[in-house]
Structures are given as C-alpha cells and as structure tokens.
C-alpha cells in the first residue's frame, strides 16, 4: 500500500504561481508513474500532467507552457509547478502513482489539494 499525500494549494491571484508537492511513503517510488490530476466542479477529472519512471512527461494542452511536473526520486516526491495561474484552473488537484506489473496494475490517489485561482 503506497500512501500519497499531497500540499501546497490554496488561494491565488490570476497571473500567480503555486507548486503542489506529493509526498509518497513507498521506498521503490522510482518505478512508479506519478501524475497530478485535477477536477473542477461538475467536471470530469482530467490529467494534468505526467512523469514516467524514466522521466518522460506528458502535460494537458490547457497547461504546457504554464506548469512543470518534476520528481525528486531521493525524496520520493513529486511536483507540480503551476505559473501563470488562470480562474479555469480552479479545481481539487489529486497526486496519482501507477505501476503495471505482469499480472496486475497498482493504482494509488491521493487526497487531493485545493487550488482557487481569483479573477
């Protein structure tokens, strides 16, 4: 069981910057995927951003350009550097850690983070 405990949201101006961290208790968080995810109000949740355990990433049209999703292996955290803030990007933010094993995939959330971007 990986438990992934997110911080770093909360109230910001349009044009503002957060970073959301995501901290996991797990000692091989080298080989998961790690993600953030995000769900606004009456909204679906959607991806947000992703970082392989190789590194690779992959962001949401709505965001390149704007955040950066970076891991610290060593410190088994994860990321997400939000700029140029927008009221659209108002949602719960959720840390997501995924590793496909031969005969199951091991899927973990964590409890979300609120980010409010004021106009």
């Known amino acids: 069981q990986v438990q992934l405990v997110e911080s770093g949201g909360g109230l910001v101006q349009a044009g503002g910057s957060l970073t959301l961290s995501c901290a996991a208790s797990?000692?091989?968080?080298?080989?998961?995927?790690m993600a953030w995810y995000r769900q606004a109000p009456g909204k679906q949740r959607e991806l947000v951003a992703r970082?392989?355990?190789?590194?690779?990433?992959n962001y949401l049209y709505a965001v390149k350009g704007r955040f950066t999703i970076n891991r610290d292996n060593a410190k088994n955290t994860v990321y997400l550097q939000m700029n140029s803030l927008k009221p659209e990007d108002t949602a719960v933010y959720y840390c997501?850690?995924?590793?496909?094993?031969?005969?199951?995939?091991?899927?973990?959330w964590g409890q979300g983070t609120q980010v409010t971007v004021s106009s």
């Open positions: 997501n850690a995924v590793k496909e094993f031969p005969l199951n995939t091991m899927t973990y």
């Open positions: 970082v392989t355990s190789s590194g690779s990433t």
């Open positions: 797990t000692r091989i968080f080298s080989i998961y995927d």
